[in-house]
């Protein structure tokens, strides 16, 4: 009898340890475990209504949205003055924007999901895939006579290369190679993606590949090669694997809905703010083009960004659905960037950070009050029309800040981020 009641109580432990296992692995990546003192308390979030109130009132912008979550639950959301001003329609929770440049993490994660299926290794050649940029030229000067020097390049351009900017594809901006950039219009919204990688790989890299950090079109290459090693169209590819399992259904390059679409904003020279007509700042976003880029174009709305944000601070989980793998998160918000990349460009502007897979990733604190606050390991990145994320680790912080205006107002960031964080010397 006694050794049935033994075997009763062994069964019953087991049964108990096996489901705190089971709950255990559920869930794994999951931060709220830890015990770290909550940050968004009520002080913080009338600090940060002054500060979105403030923006709208010195006329700096016409509307803001903020959203953050804290230790997987919503701890501040509030928006203030108009999604379109003329109409008086007020921005809201529902608003769409145009991302511009939030969406490169999209198409980072897309990419590494083929990357977890063995389709590749980071530091393949881009030829081995696509034979188009076999055999790259790099601007080595100009001549007497004033035309283009090249040479051959010393290593290939690596995918490794395409998630750092550190391929070498010159931009429109380059003081011999832009005119070049603009005749081969690369980036045209009637090109398909495969269109524009045969024009983009006609022409001279600006540098050795792995030299510099130079921002650019590498993304949109990005998306060319999830195309290629998936065997389906760009949009469709994210749609099915990225977007619908996270339930962004708001986010697309065509807005679900036009009339929540919010209008775009430009300072002036007079410093007035003024709207920039719809037929020009809808000109990508009213139909869908064959052009399905990589590193812009897409439209999304606050809760939408904030499942993919929420998504990558839970290492690659959302809702007991896995997008990523949690050793691929951590990997893509690791710095890519070796000391010996000295040139830059304007990456230095975003305070002390390196670059890890589709993002800035933040190395260290703060030194001067002017730059954006911040916590090391906090990776994140931000849009044209001056929107902006961010995924902060060690405080389980995931934040996305919503605005239409350009050009890029860096200022409008520090503003947010003071808000949240405090000012440069309560980092200290």
């Known amino acids: 009898m006694k050794k049935i009641n033994y075997l009763l109580l062994f069964l019953v432990i087991s049964i108990i340890s096996c489901q705190s296992g089971r709950v255990k692995d559920e869930n794994a990546g999951n931060k709220n475990q830890k015990s770290a003192p909550v940050l968004v308390n009520e002080n913080i979030r009338t600090r940060i209504d002054s500060a979105l109130k403030s923006m709208v009132q010195s006329g700096k912008i016409a509307g803001v949205s903020a959203l953050i979550y804290e230790k997987d639950k919503e701890v501040y959301y509030k928006a203030f003055g108009f999604a379109d001003r003329e109409a008086k329609t007020e921005m809201d929770r529902n608003t769409a924007v145009r991302i511009y440049s939030m969406t490169k993490p999209i198409t980072g994660t897309a990419l590494m999901q083929l990357f977890e299926k063995g389709a590749f290794e980071l530091d393949d050649p881009l030829s081995k895939y696509a034979p188009e940029f076999a055999d790259m030229k790099v601007f080595a000067g100009v001549d007497d006579a004033g035309n283009i020097k090249t040479e051959p390049v010393h290593r290939p351009i690596t995918i490794r290369d395409l998630t750092r900017h550190t391929a070498g594809f010159a931009g429109e901006e380059h003081p011999v190679l832009g005119e070049l950039v603009k005749k081969a219009d690369a980036l045209n919204k009637t090109n398909t993606l495969s269109e524009m990688a045969k024009k983009l790989s006609s022409l001279p890299l600006a540098f050795q590949p792995g030299e510099e950090w130079g921002y650019g079109v590498s993304v949109d290459v990005q998306a060319y090669l999830v195309e290629l090693l998936s065997g389906k169209a760009f949009d469709e590819y994210i749609k099915e694997n990225i977007l619908d399992p996270l339930g962004m259904e ?159 107002d860096g200022e409008l960031h520090k503003i947010f981020r003071d808000a949240v964080y405090g000012k440069f010397d309560d980092l200290k």
Do not use: C, H
């Open 250 to 408: 708001n986010t697309a390059y065509v807005p679900i809905d036009f009339k929540k679409l919010a209008a775009v904003y430009q300072m002036g020279d007079d410093r007035q703010l003024k709207r920039i007509p719809d037929e020009q700042a809808n000109v990508f976003n009213r139909q869908s083009w064959p052009l399905k880029p990589g590193g812009w174009g897409l439209t999304s709305t606050l809760d939408d960004y904030m499942n993919f944000a929420r998504m990558l601070l839970n290492d690659g989980r959302f809702n007991n659905t896995e997008i990523l793998k949690e050793e691929t998160v951590k990997l893509m918000s690791t710095n890519q960037l070796a000391e010996s990349v000295t040139e830059r460009m304007w990456l230095p502007t975003k305070g002390q950070v390196g670059f890890g897979i589709d993002f800035a990733v933040r190395i260290d604190p703060p030194m001067t009050a002017e730059e954006n606050n911040g916590v090391v390991g906090e990776f994140f990145w931000d849009g044209a029309a001056s929107t902006l994320f961010w995924v902060d680790p060690k405080n389980e912080i995931t934040a996305v800040f919503f605005v239409q205006k350009l050009p890029f």
